[in-house]
């Protein structure tokens, strides 16, 4: 039996936060708990990085700690914690002038050349995010004006999409559209007029538009989970066993694969089985038959595995990638993997898979 998703509801605080205003860190922690998880999936979109989102709703909660003798009940304290938290990832893109996360399709076009060279260790990739950071999380209280659900504005399409934005039109967007704020508490939220608020939201719209297609949108429908499972069941012995043509069948004929930090991408089943014969030959040849081994994991509400690699001799599996796949009617429409260990601890995987006794005689 699936637990209860956490429904989060304005809770009776009056007692914390007159405990809190006092200096009591644990009623403060109260106070925020309820709304923690939520925070952490605007901030993923704001940022477009799970790390960088866990730095930011720190710096959100120390300022909304340090502002509580400034809180005024009669506003919502959700809101209130929105609103510091935009801000605060506001001021942090324009005092570090970051680049947006984007993932190699927006940067390039598609290849049908082997990767070579070393990959963009130095560019800022977009990153997953983990389901289990948003497990069981309904948000009960968005405006009458949301447009896209919760579950679809984590997804990693729409994510990405949103990067393209410059900072303030992507927050309009986030407060307006995911949320479904006002337009007159969104421009207070930022100090704006409504005009100025409602003109960023129609640019925004215009370009996401471009950038998120109506498939995507079409993706993020509930499949059947029993297909869905025997889909990426199938992929996984298709890795495995390094199949290629069992690999390639299930795939959509204009599907893609992008794996950052590498810039390279594939689109279309015949560039993907070029490549994936590239590194078949790879994995079997230069490394001596390296092995794999798969754990079923879930990101940015997608399935998602993720891929232990071996070499003969070796004692373990090592982390390798973390591999989403987008499906859509029964086939995989896109394949992202992040080569990115550091990665793995965010999911809660180990870095290292023991070998089984029989693989080491």
Known sequence: MKPAPVVLLEVPET??????RQGDAAAFDRLVEPHRR???SHAYRLLGSVHDAEDLIQVALLRAWRSLPRYREQASFRNWLYRIATNAGLDERTRRSRAA??????????TRSMPSGAPA???????P???????????????PDAVYSARESVRLAFVAAIQHLPARQRAILLLRDVLGWSASETAR????TVAATNSALQRARATLAKNYPAAETQSVSAGDDRRDQALVDRYVQAWESSNLDSFVALLQEDA????PPWTQWYRGRASIRRFFAWAFDWAWASRERAAFRFLSTAANGQRA???????RGESAYHAHALQLLTVRDDRIAALTFFLDRRLFPKFGLPDLLPVEPQESR
Do not use: I, K, Q
């Not at 939220?189 to 704006?192: C, E, G, I, P, V």
């Open 189 to 192: 939220a930022l100090s704006l």
């Open 256 to 259: 893609t694969l992008s794996m």
């Open 38 to 40: 939520a925070l952490l």
């Open 101 to 110: 996360r984007l993932m190699p399709e927006a940067r390039h076009a598609p």
């Open 129 to 143: 995010f983990p389901d289990t950071l948003a497990e069981n999380l309904v948000d009960a209280a968005p405006g």
């Open 15 to 20: 007692g914390w936060l007159r405990a809190a």
């Open 305 to 311: 595995v993720a891929m232990y690699m071996r070499s």
């Open 121 to 127: 260790n130095d560019t800022a990739w977009l990153e």
